[in-house]
């Protein structure tokens, strides 16, 4: 197998529903805390690392908070969330000590840059963590979808995707206990068989341009260090 580790450059899916933690709404401030921890731990061994926040734990355009309105004008208000998610990890990242900047796809020139790829790249290069706010800025993506996009537009070398459980399943380890993990996965597998770990735009751009997607968790301690060791435990899609 020719992994492709050790990586160069990452990017980093949090969902929102990540940042809840036990409590079923919002933001769990002592769960970013921890984020930002496991992050730095990262950033310290000088891998540049980029961020795309998720908003689901505040609003979603698609969920039954938004019926009766234009899936549009919810789908904005999904994106405006994700700009609360992204200052709230730039912030516990930088009581950490590590030097970030957020970039909104929705210019909003008051509270963080707008998204300007170049720049991005830069800050990186300077040892920045970028967080990418507001998706795409588009309605009807996701931001898996610009994770995806991101991840191609910066020149990661892999999409690491966080969930609620440490890799792809053949059933949902939640419901069936001797579900088994997949070790590594084609993206033609995930297609095939409808595995949902990312929706279908996020998995054709990742596999149009060669970016290998590890889907893992965060609960463990260590965990995003791990992964970019090529240790701990995760899938690989490529
Ligand atoms: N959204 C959007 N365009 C994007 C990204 C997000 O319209 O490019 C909206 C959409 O309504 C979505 C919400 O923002 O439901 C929150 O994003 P998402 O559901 O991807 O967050 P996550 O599931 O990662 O928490």
Redesign the pocket.
Known sequence: DTCPLPFRRVLL??????LMGVQGYGIDLDVVQRLAGEIRHVHETGVQLCVV?????I?????KA?RGMDRTS??????L??VMNALAVQNFLEKAGVPTRVQS?IPMASVCEPYIRRRAVRHMEKGRVVIFA?????????????AALRAVEMNCDALLKATQVDGVYDADPKLVPDASRYETLTFGDVLRQDLRVMDTSAIALARDNGIPILVFSLQQPGALADVLRGAGRYTMIR
Request: hydrophobic share 35%; no cysteine; charged share 15%.
């Open positions: 899916k949090l969902s929102g529903e990540g926040i998720g908003g689901g734990n609003f979603r355009g698609l969920s938004a919810a789908d904005y208000m999904g994106m969330a994700t796809a507001a998706g795409t800025g588009n309605p009807f993506f996701t931001t898996d979808t610009a």
